[in-house]
Structures are given as structure tokens and as C-alpha cells.
Nanobody, 121 residues
């Protein structure tokens, strides 16, 4: 199996910064998509930023210019640098990875446990 372990959430004032990290471990042959989703009460989990299977980055419009996603393929780790945080960025951030566990295996989807980000005004 594959585990995604997130860290870096917390409480910050508006305008501040936080850096989230997500490390994947376990039976990993390759990782395609790897990114971050955010969930707030009453809303569906939404994509914030990610590396796509082609290696390009994808950002939600609400975070463009403020958040930066980066990845270390050798360490199976993805980071999310969040700058100029706003109260509306508050939520639980989940790491997601599409993983092939063997050469012939199908891609499986894994989620981290979530890390809470709270931005006070």
C-alpha cells in the first residue's frame, strides 16, 4: 500500500505564509498526478494546485500568483508554498497522488489524512 503523510498546516494571520509538505511512501513504482485539494464546510473538495501527469502545474484561479507547488520525484514529495494567505484559504488541505504500484498495475488514487490551515483576519 501507499501512505501519504502531510505536515505544515496551522494558524496564521492574513497576509502570512505557510508551507505544506506531503511525502508518499510504500509500494510505489511511479507517481503520475500529485497535488493538493482543499475542503471547507459545506463545499466539495476542490483542487488547489497540482503537478499533472505530464509534469505541468495546474492552479485554481483563486491561488494563482500566491501559491507555488513544487515536487521532488526522487523523494516522492510535493510541497505547497502558500503566500499572501487570505481568510478564504482556510480549510483542510489534502494531498492526493495517482500511483502505479507495479509496472503492470493500474493507477490507484491515494489521499493523505489532511492538514488544517486556518487564516485569521
Amino acid at each position: 500500500q501507499v501512505q501519504l503523510v502531510e505536515s505544515g498546516g496551522g494558524l496564521v494571520q492574513a497576509g502570512g505564509s505557510l508551507r505544506l509538505s506531503c511525502a508518499a511512501s510504500g509500494s510505489i513504482y511511479s507517481i503520475n498526478f500529485m497535488g493538493w485539494y482543499r475542503q471547507t464546510p459545506g463545499k466539495q473538495r476542490e483542487l488547489v494546485a497540482a503537478f499533472t501527469s505530464t509534469g505541468t502545474t495546474n492552479y485554481d484561479d483563486s491561488v494563482k500568483g500566491r501559491f507555488i507547488v513544487s515536487r521532488d520525484n526522487a523523494k516522492n514529495t510535493v510541497w505547497l508554498q502558500m503566500n499572501s494567505l487570505k481568510p478564504e484559504d482556510t480549510g483542510v488541505y489534502y494531498c492526493n497522488a495517482d500511483v502505479r504500484t507495479t509496472y503492470y498495475g493500474q493507477i490507484q488514487h491515494f489521499w493523505g489524512q489532511g492538514t488544517r490551515v486556518t487564516v485569521s483576519s
